[in-house]
């Protein structure tokens, strides 16, 4: 049975647009109530930047025979238990039969300012998968298979993300494919990372300009991080749990 891809890149540049659209619309009713967030966090506290990428998640869950699976995205229902740490709010869930089927992050990032919030965004991706995993090696689940943990983010493509970056490390060298890379690539490179050290089942890195809140546009850096290799590999265990019931 051939896996049912839910139109996706289609529905990926409705998300794009709807990404950027809300953005602006979130700053807009700010600086009409009065109430403005510094910087660019004023198109970001509406919380709504990266539903639509929600949506096509649940197509897809549907297309491939889940489609009476529990897929939760309210804050009240998305909370796992951690190892390290009691509890962590994912951003969407999707439970079948009493198992935990798959567990999803979407994060986002505009500029200008690029440096500061890549490292807290690996440091959070890196910490939550561990935390993750060991809890389910700890049973914290119950007595299940292994669910798809996905990581997706999409960063703006701007001339400071596209950038040469040079790094300072007195005492030892850095990684020779860090040495020069763009903050693109370096999300790129994390991903990659991610997934091949098998924190997260796929990790996927979108780029997007501004512009793209007309047209949609958006890219992938490498086939590993790309969206076709996320949308997949989700799909293909939707499949796969739905062969199970």
Known sequence: MALELANYELKAK???QAFWGNREKAKQKQIETGVIDQGERAGVTSGKNMDGFISLIIDLVEANG???????????VVTLPGYFRPTKQ?????INNNRLIAAIELKS??????????NNRTEEAIGTAHDLWTAYRENAFGEQPRPFVGWLMVVEDAPES???VRDKSPHFPVFPDFQGASYLQRYDILC????????YTSAAILTSPRTAVNTGAFEGISELTGLKTFVT?????IAVEAARE
């Open 192 to 199: 990659q990372k991610l997934v091949r050290e098998q924190l």
């Open 66 to 76: 889940l489609a009476h699976a529990q897929i939760h995205r309210n804050k009240s």
């Open 90 to 94: 994912w951003d969407l869930l999707v």
């Open 233 to 237: 590999t989700f799909a293909g265990h």
């Open 109 to 118: 990032q505009v500029g200008p300012s690029f440096g500061n919030n890549f």
């Open 14 to 16: 409705e998300a794009i």
């Open 162 to 164: 596209r950038r040469s």
